[in-house]
């Protein structure tokens, strides 16, 4: 049974290249407020691809990972980058930074990887400690994504691999309606709600293993009230 930790130790687990939407958001925070200095946090931050990247862009930048390996992944790849940020060992419905405020949250295939109770926990952690407008940009796991229904269900939509990199580890799939109900309308604001539907026309047999491209996910961009 594969846990984060032991995935992170394979370097064939590990993803490098930030994706162009972090870029995208942070300019859209820049926009957003008239402050110097953005503090963000990459919520899961995995080997560190987008702490560095919003590091590089110049902002405050706090990472969180429930992987000790990731964690440290990610400090290193700071020093070596000459780069600063805050980074600690957490469960992602757990806060590890006291009592700071962030003016955007990045979670980046993160938010699925949990039961729906602690998914909503999550939520409204990063809820509160964003800044007013602050804004939050995540992706997660859509019920037409090619792996839903595939493993053993612990509860609706939950389901547990049994093989394969990501055995053991919970991935739970979002039809529109359950997605919204994550984001109290009294709370937050949706920028964007998007579904990315990937057609996989043909594929072979566990292809999931090692494509290259992109998975059917929900993306979402939404700003606190």
């Known amino acids: ?13 590990r993803t490098y ?4 939407e972090i870029f995208k958001f942070i300019n859209l925070l820049k ?10 946090w990459d919520l899961g931050c995995g080997a560190g691809r987008h702490t560095v990247a919003m590091a590089n862009m110049g902002c ?5 990972d429930n992987s ?5 992944l990610t400090n290193e790849w700071l020093s070596r980058s ?6 600690k060992k957490a469960e992602m419905n757990k806060f590890p930074f006291l009592d700071s405020k962030f003016h955007g949250i990045v979670s980046w295939d993160v938010l699925q990887h949990n039961t729906i109770k602690k998914i909503k926990e999550t939520i409204s952690v990063m809820w509160e400690h964003l800044l007013p407008q602050g804004m ?12 839903y229904g595939k493993g053993r269900e612990i509860e609706p939509n939950t389901f547990i691999l049994d093989t394969g ?5 919970p991935h739970h799939y979002f039809d529109e309606t359950e997605l919204r109900s994550l984001f109290d309308t009294d709370l937050w604001e949706i920028k964007v709600m998007a579904e990315q539907i990937i057609i996989n026309v043909e594929k072979a047999e566990k292809f999931w293993e090692y494509t290259p491209f992109r998975t059917t996910t929900w993306c979402v961009l939404m700003q606190k009230k």
Do not use: C, H, Q
Request: aromatic letters at 10%.
């Open 82 to 87: 000459n780069l600063l940020a805050n980074v």
């Open 60 to 64: 405050n930048v706090f990472a969180s």
């Open 31 to 40: 926009r957003t407020f008239d402050e110097p200095n953005l503090s963000v």
């Open 136 to 147: 939050l940009l995540a992706t997660i796991k859509s019920n037409k994504a090619d792996l």
């Open 17 to 20: 290249a930030p994706e162009a």
């Open 165 to 169: 990199k990501e055995a053991g580890v």
């Open 1 to 13: 049974m594969a846990n984060w930790n032991e995935l992170f130790y394979n370097e064939k687990y």
């Open 68 to 72: 000790e390996k990731a964690i440290e």
